[in-house]
């Protein structure tokens, strides 16, 4: 993590007469990157420094390092956000000033002048510009948090502000500390489905003891390539359990297969939660038992996955009765909430708000967990008008939104929270259980089925 901010460091280190030398390299890499100082009332002040490896720019073919922040800077402009050289050095440095609570993922971008932006004709052309340089994209070296790898191969840094919301379960993960989901407890298997006429990975994870199995809830987890390879959940559901914050639980992680069939299955389709009910959950009861209850099952996801969440909830309360929705894409189908959002835009609702204002048959309202970033913008606007149409509703709900943009960073911290806020009924039935009977074993321990 970024050591503790200091008043003027970034002024005082890029003052010294020996900046650029290489004890003050070898100083910022004990320090770690951004450098955090307070600026003003729940506001911070973050600079980012870049090592250029071929010298100064008497030596150097690098023309820019542009840095690419969630949320932040502007991927979208001609002109993208570059750190600036510091005349005579190998050092490269931007400051700009943030919330004291924001938490973001970002990547540097040094290239040459063969890579400089041209004249572009369109929006069009600007982002294809923009796209050829993802191979150039790196992590920050000089971060002290282990970078992740997205499923596009981009390799990001993560930024937590001093006031972010605490990750503590994710806390072994960003410094290195990684051990392999227990294989007892993990089972992967192939869902080919005849509904769909598809087949793709699941991943199904066993936590805790100390519930009849049959008994516990059950967390359908969207995007599960996302959860379970890119940004692994295991480990962080483990240690949950293992502090009792989270009940003994069945995790079921199923695959999007591709970006064409997550565009298509996570958008509203009732065929894909047809087949989830009366193919995939019966296969899944072959390795694990779980409860059929609609309050021992969440159903969580984002983005598209926040949706269609949120639709299965909807549409099916009587199986689907918790629901952790996270930047909902709530706009869908109108996707000009998207490309030219304004909040004075006269555009139809999105189809899922909608449908959330309708009168339901007399079942129990659903239980939601719900949060998107301030940084978001347009997703930030549909999905406080999707908050507003469940209130309406009936529905219990926990609204928030974070520091923070359309980012994985953000949403891991939401989904152990989420998590914990949607079973701790559960939880607490769980340890008064455990009361009862006298259970001798740590809360949560973990062992195979």
């Known amino acids: 993590m970024q050591e503790k901010h200091i008043i003027h460091r970034a ?143 981009e390799s990001l840094s993560a930024a937590h502000m001093p006031d972010a919301p605490p990750q503590a379960a994710w806390h072994a993960l960003d410094v290195g500390q990684v051990w392999e989901a227990d294989p007892s407890r993990l089972h992967v298997f192939s869902w080919q489905s005849t509904l769909l006429g598809n087949v793709r990975r699941i991943w199904l994870y066993t936590t805790g003891e100390g519930v009849t199995p049959s008994q516990r809830p059950l967390s359908i987890i969207l995007d599960g390539q996302k959860w379970a390879e890119e940004m692994p959940l295991f480990q962080a559901l483990d240690e949950e359990t293992r502090r009792a914050s989270l009940p003994p639980a069945v995790w079921l992680f199923i695959d999007v297969i591709d970006m064409s069939y997550r565009e298509q299955e996570l958008t509203c389709n009732k065929a894909f939660w047809l087949a989830v009910q009366e193919e995939l959950l019966p296969l899944a009861k072959q390795y694990a038992s779980f409860s059929d209850e609609p309050d021992r099952t969440v159903v969580s996801g984002q983005s598209y996955g926040g949706l269609s969440a949120l639709f299965a909830g909807i549409f099916w309360p009587q199986r689907f009765g918790r629901v952790l929705t996270q930047s909902g894409s709530f706009w869908w189908p109108n996707v000009e909430w998207v490309t030219h959002f304004s909040e004075n835009l006269e555009q139809d609702e999105g189809w899922l708000i909608t449908q959330a204002r309708q009168p339901r048959s007399a079942v129990p309202p659903l239980v939601i967990f719900q949060d998107v970033g301030t940084r978001e913008t347009d997703m930030a606007f549909v999905n406080r008008q999707m908050n507003q149409a469940l209130c309406h509703a009936g529905h219990q709900i926990h609204y928030r939104e974070y520091a923070g943009g359309h980012d994985t960073l953000c949403w891991r911290g939401g989904l152990i929270d989420g998590f914990r806020w949607l079973l701790s009924d559960a939880n607490a039935v769980n340890k008064h259980t455990q009361t009862e009977q006298g259970e001798d074993d740590e809360p949560g321990t973990a062992k195979s089925l």
């Open 11 to 153: 002024a005082v280190l890029l003052a010294s007469p020996f900046v650029g030398e290489a004890e003050w390299w070898h100083d910022l890499a004990r320090i770690g990157t951004p450098v955090v100082e307070p600026c003003g009332e729940k506001r911070v002040q973050i600079t980012f420094f870049w090592r250029d490896p071929e010298g100064t720019e008497q030596h150097s073919t690098i023309q820019r390092v542009y840095i690419d922040i969630n949320g932040v800077t502007d991927h979208h402009s001609a002109m993208p956000q570059s750190l600036q050289r510091l005349a005579g050095t190998d050092v490269w440095h931007w400051s700009t000033d943030i919330e004291s609570d924001w938490r973001g993922s970002y990547s540097l971008l040094p290239i040459r002048r063969e890579q400089l932006p041209p004249v572009f004709a369109d929006e069009c052309e600007q982002r294809e510009w923009w796209c050829s340089l993802f191979p150039h994209a790196i992590a920050d070296p000089l971060n002290l948090v282990k970078p992740f790898i997205t499923h596009w191969g």
